[in-house]
């Protein structure tokens, strides 16, 4: 029988967890989180998650804390969906299109997080664009197992900091700080997806 490590990297094509920094310490954290709720469907949790990120955005303006637990709670929810999946061997085409299509969305509400906290919304349009276009990028080169700069913990910081920002100053400078490096990390993300 397969064993965890195995069975995620069966689902992200072939990576080995074991040679990505820090990768292998957080997955075995989420699977001993994921192992008291095997009875939940992973899509419960997919759909949670999104959820999540929609409160965040809503939160983002008049409670920024409020806001930043609810972006840090939604990329949990999309770890433990897929650990979830792999724990309780419950793994699905339908699950995985369900990841796929919650991810983006999330993607969306953090970008929208951005712009609740203070940045301009074309910027945080911007945002929401590189992170979109970094998965468009790597399905048409199908570079799928490339690990690049920008994927959704990079997002989920920036979208956390920029709330914890906006709670404790009402500076702009600093949630332009989160926007302009989730910008960087977007285009060096691209720039890596680019690479032959």
Partial sequence: ????????????????????PLLLPWLRF????????RA???VAL??????????AVLLAGPAPWAAAAAVVLAALCDALDGAVAVIASRISQFGARADAVADRLSDAA????????????????ACGAAAWGVDVLRRVRRVRSRITAGERPSWTICAALACGSAAVTPAQWPVLACAAVWLALGAFAS????RP
């Fill in 30 to 37: 989420v699977w001993v989180l994921a192992r008291p709720l």
């Fill in 46 to 55: 997919t759909a949670l998650g999104v959820l999540l990120a929609a409160d």
């Fill in 191 to 194: 720039g890596q997806l680019l």
């Fill in 110 to 125: 953090f970008a929208a997080v951005l712009w609740r906290c203070g940045v301009p919304w074309p910027v945080a349009l």
């Fill in 1 to 20: 029988m397969a064993s965890p490590a195995q069975r995620w990297s069966a689902l992200h094509h072939g990576i080995d967890p074991a040679r990505v």
């Fill in 40 to 42: 939940v469907p992973p």
